[in-house]
């Protein structure tokens, strides 16, 4: 008994020696000791609501407030496509009086109160708080998908423990709540905040500590920011090296920084390269933890946010900021987000780092009054601002002179003419018409902003209408997208692209692409499911979908994703006579090997808005129908039933052989409910349809291509590529042969600019016409001749998903550009004369191809570090390949150059090899033949610079007839040194 008491004794010394370490710094290390722990390279912490998750994916880690996200398991990645994975930051010495388990807590566990904060302080020894804190805080956020915790606020016990013995007590009661919190949950990785006291007791259970303030600090209280003297930061960094090389754990420094002092950017960037430079993982951002700092490496903004008010009885979809602008951005490697100023608060709190910048769209004669203000404080933090069509405000001489304009006095002019234009960006697609009644009584007040478009009336007075300035730029209308008289289609007046390159600010850097894989472009097909069961006007009238397979996919035996209507297939559906036919014929058809499964709906809703009893939106063409849905017997419209139900009849009644439906193609007017949207995500799976992409000779307009897709309410539709027969047909009116013409929108979608992949998108009633299926295959035989990868829908979709999940950052000790796309996506465009990477000194980076606007980098995995230098000698890399590239390695020995990697790709498949010459390679094993003259390959196009095609060595690798679903090929090249 007496040995246990000195041992105890013993311990309850070193607990209280350990208590005071936040009072006593030790001395600093000798720095031969200062190496950098194991731990996480990067993190960042951002506790405000609507974290931004794609950008916080250039982190390791990152700690965010878990009430935010929904589906922390979504944004983990592995280490090959840029280790990232979310941590929930949950609080030990305090809980929230808010919680709605709040009344649950022991009674005896209150100890104080935070009564500026409304949370409570906990007393860790009380009956009963160790198991609510483990089955109430951490369980559910266990089975939500959580693996990483920050356990906050373990030091809050010290505002009431007052004794040594008392202190000892907490430390020791925590200890044991963290040790069982590992044992239940092996997995789980946590980060303490602080907490050396409870170091000696847990150190080998804990991934990383974080510690604050070791040059610039924050009181909460006071909301002051301070700057640590020359013996508080010596004593800071002792302590943080003491936890690093005593316990082995990780250390992770935070700093802060008030935004809103002038050069704030500069001096976060300082800090956390001070900091790293000490061997500590940096994170230095606002007091609050609402704002995207800098860490290890700081985020290359790309998101922009777009202020709009969209009209009641519209929607988003048909927003002209959504159609017009939405693929100028898309393209130039931008995501957005909309902030509708009709329903929608303006975010607070600092938008610099976060934001690439801010686009308006408003309408005219309407103007809210926060966004002068607002606007304001964008341009105070450097944050371009570029805007569109109509200001949004007032347009007093104080508002004037607030964007460096001036305003016009003398009444609405009598008269206007151009007096001076920039050709480069007025006047891209119809030359600009001056509207006397539209324009806007103002010009430019600073010599140094730059007028794009000038006016002037009868009695010498001058406006602009367009300008670059020192804060972004306008273009106010009607000069940015016009309609002729008569002619009711609207055409650009402005080069949107270019202005915003230039309003935004925007560097020539390299941009994730949807379009491309392998550096040739894709071709995809899909199919609605309408029309299921119509017969075709053919000898013995087949259904449809027999001709189809007989003359269009078991012929060119492409990736095709395939969906069906239930209401037209089920039993209990709209022809229960057909019933047995039919599911038979969909039963075989999904057995195809080049055959994707998808659902089309239950009952085809023609208007989502209708049939979800949204009266506040637009109805928009039901192609003339007149029910909002089919009319299926005793069927109310419901919205499970719909996605969820249609999906598994697909995967319970037609599908075998291990397949499996997971893709939802939007219906009708293609127009969902953001509930809708959101419903897809929710049962887990993707979707798309709508979008509108219908550009043609005779309408070659901008204005007539769609982006990759619209975010409602953060729910995000992809849009198909371009448009289905039934629009080239005049609603299936005819011509039936109309459908060829969507070769027309192939070729203005890829040059001068590649906009799009190409997707051959139809319905089971295009395989009952004569015409349509000589127009099927005539679209079938130009697209097979080109140099394309081939791709199933889901591949697509998923490259638009992390699309808008890239994140860009670059290193705060190096100029290494650090761009993370995620699983799928593998391509990144150069624009024309952007600086290129060094493939040697670079990585994550296989080969580069040309292109029509630019080259297209071929990544390796999910992650590149790009050093842009010149190249210094040629090395051997891909020059194209039709899939996805992955295990990537590049080596010389004995007198060769070896390639070996894994290439993923449906049915035969291509590759180009450049840098070398006397090659050979491999496939599985097997020896590849060269394909002669390059042929069907990126070095042939017109793209490929004169004399590459000499250079290039391409092998092609044939697989069997029903091997069209993904297959990695383990591929192996030898060429002379």
């Known amino acids: 008994m007496k040995m246990k008491m000195l041992r105890r004794s013993l311990a309850l010394i070193l607990l209280l020696q350990l208590c005071r370490a936040d009072a006593q710094a030790p001395a600093a290390p000798p720095a031969a000791v200062m190496t950098a722990a194991t731990g996480p390279q990067s993190a960042a912490f951002f506790y405000g609501a609507k974290p931004p998750l794609s950008d916080l994916q250039a982190f390791e880690i990152a700690v965010v407030d878990p009430e935010f996200v929904a589906d922390p398991a979504r944004s983990k990645r592995a280490a090959a496509d840029g280790a990232h994975e979310l941590f929930a930051h949950v609080s030990l010495g305090e809980v929230a009086q808010g919680r709605s388990d709040y009344q649950q807590l022991p009674p005896s566990g209150i100890r104080s109160e935070n009564a500026g904060l409304k949370k409570s302080i906990i007393d860790q020894t009380a009956p009963g708080w160790r198991e609510f804190f483990l089955s109430q805080v951490i369980a559910p956020l266990w089975a939500k998908g959580w693996r990483g915790f920050f356990i906050d606020q373990l030091d809050a016990y010290q505002r009431f423990a007052n004794t040594d013995a008392e202190r000892a007590a907490q430390v020791q009661a925590m200890a044991a709540t963290l040790l069982e919190l590992k044992k239940r949950y092996p997995e789980a990785r946590l980060i303490l905040d602080r907490g050396t006291a409870l170091l000696p007791l847990v150190a080998p259970q804990i991934y990383a500590v974080a510690s604050e303030s070791v040059y610039r600090s924050y009181d909460a209280g006071s909301r002051r920011y301070a700057t640590l003297s020359d013996a508080e930061r010596a004593n800071a960094l002792a302590r943080l090296a003491e936890i690093r090389e005593r316990y082995h754990v990780p250390v992770i420094a935070l700093d802060y920084v008030d935004p809103d002092q002038p050069g704030a950017r500069q001096l976060a960037r300082d800090t956390a390269q001070k900091i790293k430079a000490a061997g500590f993982t940096p994170w230095v951002a606002d007091g609050a933890l609402r704002s995207l700092g800098v860490g290890s490496v700081e985020v290359i903004p790309r998101t922009v946010l777009v202020l709009l008010d969209v009209a009641k009885g519209e929607d988003l979809h048909t927003s002209e900021a959504q159609r017009f602008l939405g693929i100028q951005l898309n393209y130039l490697g931008l995501r957005y987000e909309f902030v509708d100023l009709n329903k929608d608060t303006l975010p607070t709190g600092a938008m610099a780092g976060r934001y690439a910048g801010v686009v308006t769209w408003f309408r005219g004669g309407v103007y809210h009054q926060q966004l002068l203000p607002w606007l304001k404080k964008r341009m105070n933090e450097g944050v371009p601002i570029a805007i569109f069509s109509k200001l949004g405000f007032q347009l007093t001489p104080a508002a004037a002179a607030q964007f460096d304009l001036t305003t016009v006095n003398g009444g609405r002019p009598d008269m206007l003419t151009i007096v001076a234009s920039d050709r480069n960006l007025i006047g891209f697609e119809v030359a600009p018409r001056p509207d006397r009644n539209e324009v806007d009584l103002l010009r430019l007040a600073k010599a140094s902003d730059r007028s794009l478009l000038r006016l002037a009336d009868g009695r010498g007075n001058t406006y602009d209408a367009a300008a670059i300035t020192s804060w972004g730029g306008f273009a106010l209308a009607p000069f940015v997208v016009t309609s002729l008289p008569v002619v009711d289609e609207p055409d650009w007046v402005l080069q949107p692209m270019k202005f915003l390159q230039a309003a935004l600010r925007l560097p020539p850097m390299p941009v994730p692409d949807v379009t491309t894989e392998g550096g040739r472009r894709i071709l995809m097909s899909h199919m609605d499911g309408d029309g299921f069961p119509s017969r075709a006007e053919m000898p013995g009238t087949p259904f449809g979908v027999e001709v189809l397979q007989r003359e269009i996919w078991d012929k060119y035996r492409l990736p095709i994703t395939i969906s069906v209507v239930e209401g037209e297939l089920s039993p209990n559906g709209m022809y229960p006579e057909l019933s047995a036919q ?82 939802f193609f939007w219906t009708g007017n293609c127009v969902p409910m953001p509930s809708a949207i959101a419903q897809t995500y929710l049962d887990g799976y993707l979707n798309m349809n709508g979008g509108d992409t219908m550009i043609t000779e005779s309408r070659n307009s901008w204005t007539e291509i769609a982006a990759h897709g619209v975010r409602k309410e953060g729910w995000y539709q992809v849009f198909a590529p371009n448009q289905d027969e039934n629009v080239y047909t005049n609603n299936w009116t005819g011509p039936f042969y109309g459908f060829e013409r969507v070769i027309e929108t192939f070729k203005l979608t890829d040059e001068p600019i590649r906009f799009k992949p190409v997707d051959i998108y139809y319905h089971f009633y295009a395989g009952t016409k004569p015409a349509s299926i000589v127009a099927l295959n005539k679209i079938h035989r130009w697209a097979v001749a080109q140099p394309y990868t081939h791709l199933f829908a889901s591949q697509y979709i998923r490259k638009v998903l992390d699309f808008e999940n890239t994140s860009y950052a670059r290193a705060i000790d190096s100029d290494a550009l650090i761009i993370r796309t995620g699983k799928n996506l593998r391509t990144l465009r150069l624009p024309p004369g952007g600086a290129a990477p060094s493939l040697s000194a670079s990585s994550g980076l296989a080969g580069v191809a040309p292109g029509p606007s630019g080259q297209y980098l071929i990544m390796s995995g999910g992650e590149a570090r790009m050093v842009m230098q010149p190249q210094e000698k040629a090395v051997i890399a891909l020059y194209e390949a039709s899939g996805a590239v992955s295990d990537f390695k590049r080596s010389e020995a004995a007198g060769s150059k070896w390639l070996n990697f894994t290439l993923a790709a449906n049915g035969n498949a291509t590759f180009s090899v450049s840098g070398a010459s006397r090659c050979s390679a491999t496939a599985d094993g097997k020896s590849l033949s060269r394909a002669a003259g390059n042929k069907n390959s990126v070095a042939s196009s017109k793209y490929a610079a004169s004399g590459d095609s000499g250079a290039i060595t391409q092998f092609d690798i044939k697989t069997g007839p029903d091997d069209i679903a993904t297959i990695l090929h383990k591929v192996a090249v030898q060429c002379g040194a």
């Open 582 to 663: 039919t599911q038979a014929l969909a039963k075989k058809m999904f057995t195809l090997p080049y055959v994707e499964p998808a659902s089309h709906s239950f009952s085809h809703p023609f208007s989502w808005s209708d049939v979800m009893h949204d009266t506040g939106t637009v109805d928009l063409p039901h192609d003339g129908e007149a029910s909002p849905s089919l009319k299926i017997p005793d069927y109310t419209f419901n919205l499970q039933r719909e996605i969820k139900g249609s999906m598994d009849y697909i995967n319970s009644t037609l599908l075998s052989g291990g397949k499996k439906a997971e893709l």
